[in-house]
């Protein structure tokens, strides 16, 4: 089946940098792939829908100038939590599409 | 995508089948059935979907109701390692939108 990676699996930053996750479709090519996030003891939340070769769709609620997303390649889309703070604390999913939706590992993200 | 209804949470002891339900009475006449799961600190797994026949793969069978408004998912001889949080979704095959996840059935499989 399809796979779907990301990269870091986790990672623990100090408030105010940056942080960047990578979504990679290894065995085939998505013109869409999405993120989603997940705080502890509840379900995955969509955050946004990106699109290769344009702009990021975001969900209300969701600062697009603190969650840069880019959607450079059909097998790439990257997430970046600008200046990053404990409440981004996270677990951070994205997803590509083919016939259905295949489910990245995660990204275990903590602020200090 | 049409409303889910699922119970929080079930047991089963291992090696006993595990039957999950979901109510879905708005689903639409082209909506399928789907089923996924997460693992703990994993990303959803896929795990099967239907229309209105019944369905069996390696890892499960989903049984639709004649009317469609509900469905079980049954792992038949459930593992510890099938515990998960198991979540039905009602949609459009091929839909281009992201699933939505509710709150999904939290699944402990016990010795």
């Known amino acids: 089946g399809a796979v779907v990676s990301q990269h870091p699996s986790r990672v623990i930053c100090k408030s105010g940098t940056s942080v960047k996750i990578e979504c990679r479709s290894l065995d085939f090519q998505a013109t869409t792939m999405f993120w989603y996030r997940q705080f502890p003891k509840q379900s995955l939340m969509l955050m946004a829908t990106s699109n290769e070769g344009s702009k990021a769709t975001y969900e209300q609620g969701v600062e697009k100038d603190k969650f840069l997303i880019n959607h450079a390649s059909l097998t790439l889309s990257t997430l970046t939590v600008t200046s990053a703070h404990p409440e981004d604390s996270s677990f951070y999913i994205c997803?590509?599409?083919?016939?259905?939706?295949?489910f990245g590992p995660g990204t275990r993200l903590l602020v200090l | 995508d049409a409303k889910t209804t699922q119970p929080p949470s079930m047991d089963c002891a291992e090696g006993r089948a595990a039957n999950l339900p979901c109510n879905h009475s708005?689903?639409?006449?082209?909506?399928?059935v789907y089923w996924y799961r997460q693992i703990h600190s994993q990303g959803p797994q896929y795990i099967i979907h239907?229309?209105?026949n019944n369905e069996t793969n390696e890892m499960a069978s989903l049984i639709i109701t004649e009317d469609r408004k509900s469905s079980t998912l049954i792992l038949p001889h459930a593992t510890l390692r099938d515990t998960a949080v198991y979540y039905c979704i009602v949609r459009v095959e091929n839909s281009g939108y992201a699933l939505n996840f509710g709150k999904g059935t939290s699944l402990l499989v016990t010795p």
């Open positions: 997803s590509a599409r083919q016939e259905r939706q295949y």
């Open positions: 708005t689903i639409s006449g082209n909506e399928y």
């Open positions: 239907g229309l209105k």
